[in-house]
């Protein structure tokens, strides 16, 4: 059984930074992607950032694709980061880590093509 443990979220102001982690127990071989998404209050889960490996394959939003980074421990391959610099009010969500092993690159953006999700760490940014 898969399971995704999210860390890392708190308070932080405008312009700060933050790094999420997502340590997952459980995965068979060596190969599989985690996604990250978001959810603010009254809005749909949207997709953040994303990384498939080995290569790796790495994906973003436009809205952050500039700021954000996801990577991974390259001790500990079985955690992976996200990195948020220069964070704005319109980030605060709470954030989820969603794994897959058998995602095809097509779909990372696709938060139904994940099939193990972690429980949130919620990120807020004050203004």
């Known amino acids: 059984q898969v399971q995704l443990v999210g860390s890392g979220g708190g308070l932080v102001q405008a312009g700060g930074s933050l790094r999420l982690s997502c340590t997952a127990s459980g995965l068979t071989g060596s190969r599989y992607a985690i996604g990250w998404f978001r959810q603010a209050p009254g809005k749909e889960r949207e997709f953040v950032a994303a990384?498939?490996?080995?290569?790796?394959?790495?994906?973003y939003a436009d809205v952050v694709k500039d700021r954000f980074s996801i990577s991974r421990d390259n001790a500990a391959k079985n955690t992976v980061y996200l990195q948020m610099n220069s964070l704005n009010p319109e980030d605060t969500a709470l954030y989820y880590c969603?794994?897959?092993?058998?995602?095809?690159?097509?779909?990372?953006?696709?938060?139904?093509?994940?099939?193990?999700w972690g429980q949130g760490t919620q990120v807020t940014v004050s203004s």
């Open positions: 969603a794994a897959s092993q058998t995602i095809i690159l097509s779909q990372m953006r696709n938060p139904g093509a994940y099939g193990y």
């Open positions: 990384g498939r490996w080995p290569g790796p394959s790495i994906y």
